[in-house]
């Protein structure tokens, strides 16, 4: 059931939903947003494309496992809990740099949990997505 | 008329009867289509809602809603359609 439309949109909306969930990702500490929600923004990314194109053509366009950005963004979040333990203070306690990241903005230890609950977010639920669409 | 009067009296109430008529079809809607029509069209009210309130209340953050709405449920409507398109 390919659709010539739908996979024209689909190219065209994909890129812009993975930049709105990235936005969303870099400004959760100030404003509404987060790693959560960023994750599952971009999961809509690729579920728009395993819609259009198929779902072999999703997995191509995220180049790697879903089931390894889940065991990556989980060890990033806790690995970021360890800079508040090296400081000398209470696990997971945020840490953040001096030096302001142009675009970015400040960079600490809570952007790299973000970071880490974005992937893991992504991960969760692009694994289920794609095992239920291949299951038929 | 200001603006935030304007989405207030005017466009708010214009959005609310579109969307009683929307409900309206996806409860008598004869076809599964149809109500995913209606579905669809009750979540392009509601992105009209969130720009709205943005615009009564001077809210500038919840723009951001009405363009997840958007982006989200536009996938919604498109899945709906693939399985109209396998069940039929």
């Avoid at chain 1, 302001?100 to 609950?117: A, Y």
């Avoid at chain 2, 929307?22 to 995913?36: C, E, F, M, N, Y």
């Avoid at chain 2, 500038?60 to 989200?72: F, G, S, W």
Wanted: net charge neutral; charged share 10%.
């Amino acid at each position: 059931m390919f659709s010539l439309i739908l996979s024209t949109t689909a190219r065209a909306i994909m890129p812009l939903t993975l930049v709105f969930s990235v936005y969303l990702l870099m400004r959760g500490h100030n404003a509404p947003g987060g790693g959560f929600v960023g994750g599952l923004i971009a999961a809509v990314a690729f579920a728009i494309a395993s819609l259009a194109d198929g779902v072999a053509t999703a997995r191509r366009a995220l180049v790697v496992d879903p089931r390894r950005l889940m065991a990556v963004g989980l060890a990033l979040a806790l690995a970021s809990g360890f800079g508040g333990v090296a400081a000398g203070q209470p696990f997971l306690t945020g840490q953040w740099a001096e030096v302001m990241v142009p675009v970015v903005g400040k960079i600490g230890t809570p952007l790299v949990f973000d970071v880490g609950v974005y992937l893991a977010v992504l991960g969760v639920s692009l694994t289920m997505l794609f095992a239920l669409s291949e299951e038929d | 008329m200001t603006i935030e009067a304007f989405m207030l009296w005017g466009a708010m109430p214009a959005l609310a009867a579109s969307a009683v008529c929307a409900t309206i079809r996806l409860l008598k809607g004869p076809s599964l289509a149809d109500r995913a029509v209606a579905v669809d069209l009750l979540g392009a009210i509601c992105i009209g809602f969130v720009a709205a309130f943005a615009l009564a209340v001077d809210e500038p953050m919840l723009v951001d809603v009405a363009l997840a709405i958007a982006l989200i449920g536009f996938l919604g409507t498109v899945a709906f359609a693939r399985y109209i398109e396998r069940g039929a």
